[in-house]
């Protein structure tokens, strides 16, 4: 059993920053964790991706936060955060976490947090 914990969500105001911790945890051992990212979802619309970082930290980000966003992680917490600032209205969504993690050395799978909302506005 894979558990993905986000947290930081909330209410801010235009131009404010907000910081998405996501932290992974698992009844077996975790192997290995390769790609980490947010992606975010607002009604009636697909989820999006915001955000990825590779286990070797490489990153890249949707063209609509490039410049206000950061995506980092610490691998010995098994955590990715994603650093936003600048925010506008049309950044609010609820944002997800997701990770390719491999537990007990079997074939990575995909696993996905259980969300956590932003909202932008004054």
Do not use: H
Request: proline share 3%; net charge positive.
């Amino acid at each position: 059993q894979v558990q993905l914990v986000e947290s930081g969500g909330g209410l801010v105001q235009p131009g404010g920053s907000l910081r998405l911790s996501c932290a992974a945890s698992a009844s077996g051992t975790i192997s290995s964790i390769n790609t980490m990212g947010w992606y975010r979802q607002t009604p009636g619309k697909q989820r999006e991706l915001v955000a990825g970082i590779s286990s070797g930290g490489s990153t890249n980000y949707a063209d609509s936060v490039k410049g206000r966003f950061t995506i980092s992680r610490d691998n010995a917490k098994n955590t990715v955060y994603l650093q936003m600032n600048s925010l506008k209205p049309e950044d609010t969504a609820v944002y997800y976490c997701n990770a390719k993690i491999s537990i007990n050395w079997r074939q990575p799978r995909d696993y996905w947090g259980q969300g956590t909302q932003v909202t932008v506005s004054s």
